[in-house]
């Protein structure tokens, strides 16, 4: 029988690499060899809580990736043997990494209704290695955030947490013209990483953000009850913190945009007055419908440098190791696991 490695969750941070059978293609399909698949904050949350609820179980989880294709079903035309690709992994049904059923840290993964759903499995332009191939689905979060924000040229940005989704959100914005796009974190190290992505940081638990706000995004007069705010016109929360989201709704100027992207575990109040004093405009964002052919193009357009965004590499073989790396989020950034080794 030909078998293949597979990362499993069988309870709270039971992660195990189970030997199962190598999946083969029906006539629809596409089998993919898995080149580099990234860990990603729900992979991490999904081991805390030993799975999605619900889902199967052991669950097999990974959904950042790029690959090449190793076989295609009889009735697929649109990706051939030897195409390098990108894999929306809710993209036909296939739910990678989320139902608990198919997961991409694994030599192997097979893309269900490749004929049907085309669009969820896509060629790798030639510029971009397998690296920038698997954040392209992280990038693709972040896009959207700022999507739903409707981000434009010449709008004043800030984003609330320095992990990949957060970072990733603040480089779309950037990319998109945004006018003096802050980050804000508590981690330096973050916050450097930040840095050296040319984004303006500030340390959250030190100084005055309101301040630093009105400093560096100008203030607006909208409201004489309100009086002077800062003229920040997007606010992008990405930490999962419901203090955090307080805050940003304390903070915003009347009419301002709230895209929450951050995994709220918890229920979070909103102090309705506000809301409806400043008029706040507050959406939540997830996914990615539109997002992999836009950040594909933002990669390959020669504007951003990503690779700071990783910070560490390891083999499959060594996927406990990745994982634990993955936890200590003061070290680690985005994770990558090579599954060929």
Not at 27 to 40: A, F
Not at 136 to 160: C, I, Y
Not at 174 to 195: P, Q, T
Request: proline share 6%; charged share 20%.
């Amino acid at each position: 029988m030909n078998t293949m490695p597979l990362a499993r969750i069988y309870a709270p941070n039971d992660i195990r690499l189970d030997e199962i059978e190598r999946p083969m293609p029906g006539p629809h399909d596409v089998l993919v060899r898995v080149e580099r698949c990234g860990i990603c904050g729900s992979d991490l949350s999904y081991a805390k809580i030993g799975g999605i609820p619900g889902a199967a179980s052991p669950f097999a989880l990974g959904h950042e990736f790029a690959g090449v294709v190793a076989e295609v079903g009889q009735n697929v035309r649109h990706v051939q043997v030897g195409d390098r690709v990108v894999v929306n992994p809710t993209a036909g049904g296939n739910a990678i990494g989320s139902s608990g059923i198919k997961g991409a840290f694994a030599p192997y993964i097979l893309y269900n209704n490749a004929v049907d759903h085309p669009e969820g499995i896509l060629k790798l332009p030639r510029a971009l290695d397998f690296d920038l191939g698997a954040l392209v689905e992280p990038l693709s979060v972040g896009m959207h955030g700022v999507n739903k924000g409707k981000v434009v040229a010449g709008d004043k940005v800030v984003v609330f947490g320095a992990g990949p989704v957060g970072l990733a959100a603040a480089i779309a914005a950037n990319y998109f013209g945004a006018e003096k796009v802050i980050v804000v974190d508590l981690s330096e190290k973050r916050l450097e990483v930040a840095r050296e992505l040319g984004l303006i940081t500030f340390r959250a638990d030190e100084g005055n953000l309101k301040a630093f706000l009105r400093e560096q995004h100008g203030t607006v007069t909208n409201d004489p009850l309100l009086g002077k705010q800062a003229g920040t016109d997007v606010f992008i929360e990405a930490t999962g913190v419901g203090a955090v989201f307080n805050q940003i709704c304390e903070t915003a100027r009347k009419g301002a945009r709230i895209v929450v992207v951050g995994v709220h575990f918890v229920p979070v109040e909103l102090n309705m007055i506000n809301l409806l004093m400043k008029e706040l405009l507050i959406t939540g964002a997830t996914e990615y419908p539109v997002e992999f052919p836009a950040v594909m193009e933002m990669l390959t357009s020669g504007k951003v440098n990503v690779r700071p965004l990783i910070s560490h590499h390891f083999p499959l073989s060594r996927f406990g190791e990745a994982f634990a790396q993955a936890q200590r989020q003061n070290e680690a950034l985005k994770v990558l696991v090579d599954c060929q080794a």
